[in-house]
């Protein structure tokens, strides 16, 4: 069983920066694809982005490109997603997600691929 908890959701300006912290339990960390999803008020879960076992590989989606880097320590069961230039579209539940199972593909968008999800942490960006 993975365990994962999200940090550093808050209240920020529009322009402005929030870094979110996914801390994961377990010894295979490293072994685990993982995704930041968001979801808003009456919308449907989207994802945002993901990251390899490595580290070395990352996706994300259209929205974000550009202001969002998602990163990972694998020492520390940890992966992080820096959010700059924030929007007040960006407003959201942001969850961390793992993907246990094996793949030969790096990374992954879809979110029934996904066996582990945090509780969510809650970003607001004012207009």
């Known amino acids: 069983q993975v365990q994962l908890v999200e940090s550093g959701g808050g209240l920020v300006q529009t322009g402005g920066s929030l870094r979110l912290s996914c801390a994961a339990s377990?010894?295979?960390?490293?072994?685990?694809?993982m995704a930041w999803f968001r979801q808003a008020p009456g919308k449907a879960r989207e994802f945002v982005a993901a990251?390899?076992?490595?580290?070395?590989?990352?996706d994300y989606a259209d929205f974000v490109k550009g202001r969002f880097t998602i990163s990972r320590d694998n020492a520390r069961n940890t992966v992080h997603l820096q959010m700059n230039s924030l929007k007040p579209e960006d407003t959201a539940v942001y969850y961390c997600?793992?993907?246990?199972?094996?793949?030969?593909?790096?990374?992954?968008?879809?979110?029934?691929?996904?066996?582990?999800w945090g509780q969510g942490t809650q970003v607001t960006v004012s207009s």
């Open positions: 377990g010894r295979t960390f490293s072994l685990y694809r």
């Open positions: 997600a793992a993907d246990a199972k094996f793949s030969a593909i790096a990374t992954a968008r879809a979110m029934g691929l996904y066996d582990y």
């Open positions: 990251i390899s076992r490595s580290g070395g590989v990352t």
